[in-house]
């Protein structure tokens, strides 16, 4: 079966969203990886399901990336090692389907799981 244009895909993921399908099962009915569809979703600005959903920590290590912290700053920040900042940072960019912790960032925003304005609160910022 071909795949759908991009335009007709997205219109067939707001169709399948709306019927409670998560991402997963939207992915092997249209033939597309995961990661394609969490981007659609994201594009289209349709909430996250549960399955896309990050983890408190992998919210704080990307929420800390669009600081502008360090892996350091972001070990010492949430009292855990530099190792595990790490793991928690591909873990997300993973969940999301993203190749970079820049685009997880920009994923994570988009699908609401961290707050659009955390990169305008800069490390260094003063109020």
């Not at 597309?32 to 659609?40: F, G, L, Q």
């Not at 669009?66 to 873990?91: Q, S």
């Amino acid at each position: 079966m071909p795949r759908p244009a991009p335009t007709d895909r997205r219109n067939r993921v707001r169709e399948l969203t709306a019927q409670g399908l998560d991402t997963p099962t939207i992915a092997r009915q249209l033939d597309v990886p995961a990661s394609t569809i969490r981007n659609d979703r994201a594009a289209l600005r349709i909430p996250s399901t549960s399955h896309d959903t990050l983890t408190h920590q992998q919210r704080l290590v990307l929420t800390a990336a669009a600081r502008g912290l360090t892996v350091a700053e972001t070990a010492a920040e949430m009292w855990i090692t530099p190792h595990t900042v790490h793991g928690h940072r591909l873990a997300a960019i993973r969940r999301l389907g993203a190749r970079t912790t820049t685009h997880a960032v920009t994923l994570a925003i988009a699908l609401g799981q961290i707050p659009a304005d955390t990169a305008l609160t800069t490390r260094g910022a003063t109020s």
